[in-house]
């Protein structure tokens, strides 16, 4: 069994910044591969950023040069910082992870942007 939870939510004024930690239990930790998805209102979940078990990253399109996934093992936590942020990624973010043919989801941070 595996449990996220996110963290670092909040308001942030346009072109502002926010680091998002997600905390998983478990073990398995190190061996998992991560991820991190945004849904804004009326939008399909996205995903924004993945991190695998070696710490090879990659990025959505949008987000690119401005956004950075990290992991710490040791603290079975992975981070989302975001820069530059725009009202457009409003969103719910949530931390995802696959393990041993299941998918865990957190519950979510709320990330709003204002203009």
């Known amino acids: 069994q595996v449990q996220l939870v996110e963290s670092g939510g909040g308001l942030v004024q346009a072109g502002g910044s926010l680091r998002l930690p997600c905390a998983a239990s478990?073990?398995?930790?190190?061996?998992?591969?991560m991820r991190w998805y945004r849904q804004a209102p009326g939008k399909q979940r996205e995903l924004v950023a993945v991190?695998?078990?070696?710490?090879?990253?990659n990025y959505a399109d949008s987000v690119k040069g401005r956004f950075t996934i990290s992991r710490d093992n040791a603290k079975n936590t992975v981070y989302l910082q975001m820069i530059s942020l725009n009202p457009e990624e409003t969103a719910v973010y949530y931390c995802n992870t696959i393990s041993d043919g299941r998918i865990y989801w957190g519950q979510g941070t709320q990330v709003t942007v204002s203009s």
């Open positions: 478990g073990s398995i930790f190190s061996r998992n591969a």
């Open positions: 991190i695998t078990s070696s710490g090879s990253t």
